[in-house]
């Protein structure tokens, strides 16, 4: 991503630092977000990666029902792609996910990890998080099936 200038930079700590740092930040990514404090970048990449965990392991589940079914995984991802449920990282993995394509491009465990984590993060705050929790479980149960390297999509394993 840095290559293609396609980065997000999530950015806590000195303001004026931040503003002198925006032009290099511009070269390589597409987005920069200056969130106060130091240690705030970390926890927006914390809520960030829990709501795609739970975004595709929710896919994850919907492409085992929809099969269970008698439905077409084709079908399923044509009609969310033309529906109000459409956004990229859909689009991209659930073809590959179709296929058992789980070649890693954010490997699960460090997916699993950014969720234990945001559901500590959670905790620390007074935020009961079950949907969290629950995904977190499915991802652990991936990894102790050996699939830890694969992509965080391969949590999809658990419903075949």
Do not use: W
């Amino acid at each position: 991503p840095a290559i293609d200038g396609q980065l997000i930079f999530l950015c806590g700590g000195d303001k004026e630092l931040y503003d002198k740092c925006i032009p290099f930040l511009e070269v390589m990514g597409k987005k920069q977000v200056f969130l106060g404090e130091v240690g705030a970048g970390a926890k927006m990449k914390l809520v960030v990666n829990m709501v795609m965990s739970s975004m595709l392991t929710s896919l994850s589940e919907g492409i085992a029902l929809a099969k269970a079914s008698q439905l077409t995984v084709e079908d399923l991802l044509d009609v969310i792609a033309n529906g109000a449920s459409a956004n990229p990282m859909f689009a991209l993995k659930g073809p590959l996910m179709a296929q058992a394509n789980f070649a890693p491009a954010f490997p699960l465990k460090h997916a699993q990890k950014d969720m234990r984590l945001a559901v500590q993060l959670g905790d620390d705050v007074g935020l009961s998080m079950p949907v969290a929790a629950a995904v977190n479980e499915r991802l652990k149960e991936a990894k102790r099936q050996g699939h830890g390297d694969l992509d965080f999509s391969a949590v999809h394993k658990n419903f075949e």
